[in-house]
Nanobody, 124 residues
Framework: QVHVVESGGDLVQPGGSLRLSCKTS????????IGWFRQAPGKEREGVSC????????YYANSVKGRFTISGDNAKNTIYLQMNSLKPEDTAVYFC?????????????????WGQGTQVTVSS
């Protein structure tokens, strides 16, 4: 059974950095896709980034492009979201989600498994 757990959320000042982790289990790291999403109070859930094992394809929303980086550590079965130059508008609950198996080189539109979320607050 595919399972993901997020961690790493915290309170950070504007301009600061955080690294979120998405620990995965229940599947082998051959054909998969992992996505990061966020939801701010009163707003719809937004896709932030995703990574596909096929060709190592990555995607970023325009709002985070150049500031966030998604990466994976096969040995630790963990996907990371490095967030730099954080802004107050990045404040949200961040979720990771997994699709397995996934053979595409694009981002899935639906995911098998979702985590519980981790709170990121950017404020001075």
């Amino acid at each position: 059974q595919v399972h993901v757990v997020e961690s790493g959320g915290d309170l950070v000042q504007p301009g600061g950095s955080l690294r979120l982790s998405c620990k995965t289990s229940g599947f082998t790291w051959d054909y998969y896709a992992i996505g990061w999403f966020r939801q701010a109070p009163g707003k719809e859930r937004e896709g932030v980034s995703c990574i596909s094992s096929r060709d190592g394809m990555t995607y970023y929303a325009n709002s985070v492009k150049g500031r966030f980086t998604i990466s994976g550590d096969n040995a630790k079965n963990t996907i990371y979201l490095q967030m730099n130059s954080l802004k107050p508008e990045d404040t949200a609950v961040y979720f990771c989600a997994a699709v397995y198996p996934w053979y595409g080189s694009d981002c899935p539109t639906e995911y098998n498994s979702w985590g519980q979320g981790t709170q990121v607050t950017v404020s001075s």
